[in-house]
């Protein structure tokens, strides 16, 4: 049974930082790629990042390039995603996904809980 459990959500004010992980278990975890998204209250999900296999290809949503920082630790089964100069717009449950496809388009058949961030102006 595969597992993604993240962590490390909160309130911060705005310009904070704040890092979360996602552990996973039930899958060989270096044969998927990972990636967050996000979703506000009354939006849709929105893609923020995604790391391959390696951790040699990433790519971010243009609305958080250049703030957060997407990583991953293949020995720990870990994803994280250091975001900084945090802002209100920022606001959303935060989900890690995982798949064996990588880019845009791919199709991500597991999904955690998500965490919760709030940025307060």
């Known amino acids: 049974q595969v597992q993604l459990v993240e962590s490390g959500g909160g309130l911060v004010q705005t310009g904070g930082s704040l890092r979360l992980s996602c552990v996973a278990s039930?899958?060989?975890?270096?044969?998927?790629?990972m990636a967050w998204f996000r979703r506000a209250p009354g939006q849709e999900r929105q893609f923020v990042s995604t790391?391959?296999?390696?951790?040699?290809?990433?790519l971010y949503a243009e609305s958080v390039e250049g703030r957060f920082t997407i990583s991953r630790d293949n020995a720990a089964n870990t994803v994280y995603l250091q975001m900084n100069s945090l802002k209100p717009e920022d606001t959303a449950v935060y989900y890690c996904?995982?798949?064996?496809?990588?880019?845009?388009?791919?199709?991500?058949?597991?999904w955690g809980q998500g965490t919760q961030v709030t940025v307060s102006s």
């Open positions: 790391i391959s296999w390696s951790g040699k290809r990433i």
């Open positions: 996904a995982a798949s064996t496809d990588y880019g845009l388009a791919a199709h991500y058949p597991y």
């Open positions: 039930g899958l060989t975890f270096d044969n998927y790629v």
